[in-house]
Nanobody
């Protein structure tokens, strides 16, 4: 099975940028569609965005469109989430996740079998 480890979280001022990385090991990243989710305190995880196995198709939740960009480097087994124009309401724990439906984008977390441990993103106002 694939193991996922996120990195790149931290504290940033509103309007700033961060890039999260998700390093995959154990299986090729190209075997999976990959998603980013986030979780606010006391809330369920929500879909942020995802892309298909070769990055050919990408989808985002409306509130991050134009600000967040998902990309992947399958040769490096790494998924990225470039976050710009960050807002305090983006503060959350961010998770990457792998779905075996490699050619399809799923927004439901139940479609994703493998998860990283999460990385905290805090945006100050």
């Amino acid at each position: 099975q694939v193991q996922l480890v996120e990195s790149g979280g931290g504290l940033v001022q509103a309007g700033g940028s961060l890039r999260l990385s998700c390093q995959a090991s154990g299986r090729p990243l190209s075997w999976y569609a990959m998603g980013w989710f986030r979780q606010f305190p006391g809330k369920e995880r929500e879909f942020v965005g995802a892309n298909t196995w070769n990055g050919g198709s990408t989808q985002y939740r409306d509130s991050v469109k134009g600000r967040f960009t998902i990309s992947r480097d399958n040769a490096k087994n790494t998924l990225y989430l470039q976050m710009s124009i960050l807002r305090p309401e983006d503060t959350a724990v961010y998770f990457c996740a792998a779905s075996r439906n490699k050619g399809r984008i799923d927004v439901g977390e139940y479609e994703y079998k493998y998860w990283g441990q999460g990385t905290q993103v805090t945006v100050s106002s």
